[in-house]
């Protein structure tokens, strides 16, 4: 796992192979789970999240989607070749 971000106490990351799918980030916290496409944003996944806390985590996303985004396409241009731990891209 790569972690892209942290906003409060969620940790947002991607898997081994990410780059070989559409652009998406998993958020995890207090062993919930949550899988969003960023393109367009949509939740594809929820285990555990409350709809607020889906809330928050989908404003969390919309405010560094932007950087997420960027990152995936520098990904995609590496030829498959994913960064080593943690890329934190901010923190809070």
């Given amino acids: 796992m790569i972690t892209l971000h942290r ?11 990410y780059n070989l799918e559409q652009p998406y980030i998993c ?4 062993g919930h789970f949550a899988k969003f496409l960023l ?10 999240f409350s709809r ?7 404003q ?3 405010d560094s989607r932007d950087q997420l985004l960027k990152y995936w396409a520098s990904a995609r241009g590496s ?5 080593s731990g943690e ?5 809070e």
């Fill in 79 to 83: 030829e498959g070749e994913k960064p």
């Fill in 39 to 48: 393109q367009p944003l949509a939740l594809q996944s929820n285990n555990g």
């Fill in 27 to 30: 958020v995890k916290h207090e």
């Fill in 60 to 62: 969390a996303i919309l």
């Fill in 87 to 91: 890329l934190l891209l901010h923190q």
């Fill in 52 to 58: 607020a806390e889906l809330g928050r985590i989908q």
């Fill in 7 to 17: 906003s409060g106490q969620y940790r947002f990351y991607v898997n081994s192979g």
